[in-house]
């Protein structure tokens, strides 16, 4: 597909005749390139999308699951041609739970060492038929979920715990989230930063034509220090300016209050990791609309549900959250990394239910 439609038309001129654009392989240097911002989700999805509008299939790896699932939601009709099962140690029953159709037709398995180097290649091909046909008459996959799958993300970085933690709120809590980890782990970040910009255009207007008035300049501001790595990653998958409200004002150099390039009368949304209360972010808000900076909306990737949102409502800001803790908590049981009664106890210490 590297070359574009009018590359892919005269192959897709044929009625009796089938067309595969790689989409995402099952190789491990598929991530090279494929999944690299386009500009604000990876090239493979893009890819899944275009396969939709031509007409064609695809070929996704088995190797890459969560790749192979995203692919068919985004390419709900289209044949997907599935290498990776077999030699590459690719997951079939998974693979085909993720890929298949509603029809549970859809996917054409290709095991090529596996049949090739086989004692007996026949035999070979009849067993994967066999394991093909049994998977298929399994339960499929759930649709894909980005924000579960982040979630997910989440939880295999290690960033949300279980214990007994004192917040920055001075409130105890049951689960402690350390979004700060995202600065070690960039593929969790780049998966954050998609998510915080799917919401800024979609629910904030940032980044879509026509949502501000003319000659508005558009800023994002990120509150140290949690949310500096996050708003730095929106930034570069937005192609928006960046500034920050220091902590502290530095004695030395320019003693400014405000890094980065404004002037009085920028839109700027605030970008937090998350809320428990709405202190940090009223605090935040007040350099910078002391400086002639607008500040309508803030968000966050979580919201603790603990008052937070409400009262920045209160003050007049438009709260935006990517998760909720509550539905976090729901999707960690459903993957089984915590039990109901887990759930239970800590939705009953944060809430009281």
């Not at 800023?219 to 140290?224: G, M, Q, T, V």
Request: hydrophobic share 45%.
């Amino acid at each position: 597909p590297y070359l574009g439609e009018d590359s892919v038309t005269p192959f897709t001129a044929f009625a009796g005749k089938g067309v595969f654009l790689l989409c995402h392989t099952s190789n491990p240097g598929a991530t090279d390139l494929q999944t690299l911002p386009c500009p604000n989700r990876p090239l493979y999805e893009a890819v899944a999308e275009k396969a939709k509008a031509w007409g064609t299939g695809l070929v996704v790896g088995a190797t890459y699951p969560d790749a192979l699932a995203r692919a068919r939601a985004l390419s709900p009709e289209a044949w997907i041609l599935l290498p990776g099962v077999g030699a590459q140690g690719g997951d079939l029953a998974g693979a085909l739970a993720a890929g298949l159709r509603e029809d549970r037709l859809g996917v054409v398995v290709n095991s090529s060492r596996d049949i090739i180097y086989a004692p007996d290649p026949r035999q070979a091909a009849l067993d994967l038929r066999k394991r093909i046909n049994d998977a298929r008459s399994g339960p499929l996959a759930p649709a894909f979920d980005p924000l579960a799958s982040l979630t997910l993300t989440l939880a295999d970085i290690g960033a949300i715990r279980f214990g007994r933690f004192t917040l920055a709120s001075g409130k105890t809590s049951p689960i402690y989230v350390d979004l700060r980890l995202l600065a070690s782990h960039p593929a969790a970040l780049r998966q954050v930063a998609r998510a915080y910009a799917d919401l800024l255009r979609a629910n904030v207007g940032v980044g879509e034509p026509g949502t501000d008035e003319p000659g508005t300049r558009m800023r994002l501001a990120a509150i140290p220090y949690a949310a500096l790595p996050i708003g730095t990653a929106v930034a570069l998958e937005m192609d928006l300016p960046l500034i920050y409200p220091r902590k502290e004002v530095k004695a030395h150099g320019t003693a400014r209050q405000i890094e980065g390039e404004y002037e009085a009368g920028d839109r700027v949304v605030v970008l937090d990791d998350l809320i428990t209360t709405g202190g940090s972010k009223l605090a935040a808000i007040e350099p910078l609309e002391a400086a002639g900076l607008t500040v309508r909306d803030v968000v966050v990737l979580i919201d603790r549900e603990q008052g937070g949102g409400a009262e920045l409502a209160e003050a007049g800001y438009r709260p935006h959250a990517v998760l909720r803790l509550s539905e976090m908590l729901d999707q960690l049981a459903v993957a089984g990394r915590i039990s109901a009664a887990q759930r239970a106890e800590i939705a009953g210490a944060l809430w009281g239910g």
